[in-house]
């Protein structure tokens, strides 16, 4: 656990760099007619038992495809999840046939919807580490890749780009 206070001591260093240089990490994937880009997730704080992982997935293709598991060696276990609205409350639960990617379109995975749940974390994810994900899909097929991790409370890459001082100073 001592790596995690040193990542803590060194949280406000790294993001005053982060926000000079801009995202500094980012990459895409191709698996069949599928292009996978944004693909991150959070640093944890200590014992934390889960972590959320996102990114975005473009069907250039004629059918539709679908996500159907995640694996990842740093978790005991990794469930697709949603997000959805209950009597005024969000809550989270297995999206029970995956994650559907219509011909022609794009599905992105956010903390406030569809995500990649890490459960049964190992030691946590620290910030600038990659995570290492194999994504199965229903057609496509499955594809090893990794995740970015933000810094705790990131709002995400596209948003960082989007209006990032914004989002970065109501983090803190
Ligand atoms: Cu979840």
Same mark, same amino acid.
Request: proline share 7%; charged share 15%.
């Given at each position: 656990?001592? $790596?995690?206070?040193?990542?803590? =001591?060194?949280? !406000?260093?790294?993001? *005053?760099?982060?926000?000079? &240089? %801009?995202?500094?990490?980012?990459?895409?994937?191709?698996?069949?007619?599928?292009?996978?880009?944004?693909?991150?997730? $959070?640093?944890?704080?200590?014992? =934390?038992?889960? !972590?959320?992982?996102? *990114?975005?997935?473009?069907? &250039? %293709?004629?059918?539709?495809?679908?996500?159907?598991?995640?694996?990842?060696?740093?978790?005991?276990?990794?469930?697709?999840?949603?997000?959805?609205?209950?009597?005024?409350?969000?809550?989270?639960?297995?999206?029970?046939?995956?994650?559907?990617?219509?011909?022609?379109?794009?599905?992105?995975?956010?903390?406030?919807?569809?995500?990649?749940?890490?459960?049964?974390?190992?030691?946590?994810?620290?910030?600038?580490?990659?995570?290492?994900?194999?994504?199965?899909?229903?057609?496509?097929?499955?594809?090893?890749?990794?995740?970015?991790?933000?810094?705790?409370?990131?709002?995400?890459?596209?948003?960082?780009?989007?209006?990032?001082?914004?989002?970065?100073?109501?983090?803190?």
């Amino acid at each position: 656990m001592s $790596r995690h206070i040193f990542f803590a =001591a060194a949280l !406000a260093a790294l993001a *005053l760099v982060a926000g000079i &240089a %801009g995202p500094a990490s980012a990459h895409s994937i191709k698996v069949g007619s599928l292009t996978i880009t944004d693909l991150w997730t $959070r640093a944890t704080p200590p014992n =934390a038992p889960t !972590a959320g992982g996102y *990114l975005t997935i473009e069907n &250039a %293709g004629d059918e539709p495809d679908r996500l159907v598991s995640a694996t990842s060696p740093l978790a005991g276990r990794v469930e697709l999840h949603q997000m959805s609205m209950k009597d005024g409350t969000m809550i989270m639960r297995p999206a029970e046939n995956g994650i559907e990617i219509p011909a022609g379109q794009t599905v992105t995975l956010a903390p406030s919807g569809f995500h990649i749940m890490f459960m049964e974390l190992k030691d946590g994810f620290a910030e600038g580490e990659k995570v290492p994900v194999v994504l199965t899909f229903e057609k496509a097929g499955s594809v090893e890749t990794f995740l970015h991790v933000q810094a705790i409370g990131s709002p995400g890459p596209a948003a960082e780009m989007d209006h990032g001082a914004d989002e970065q100073g109501a983090a803190q």
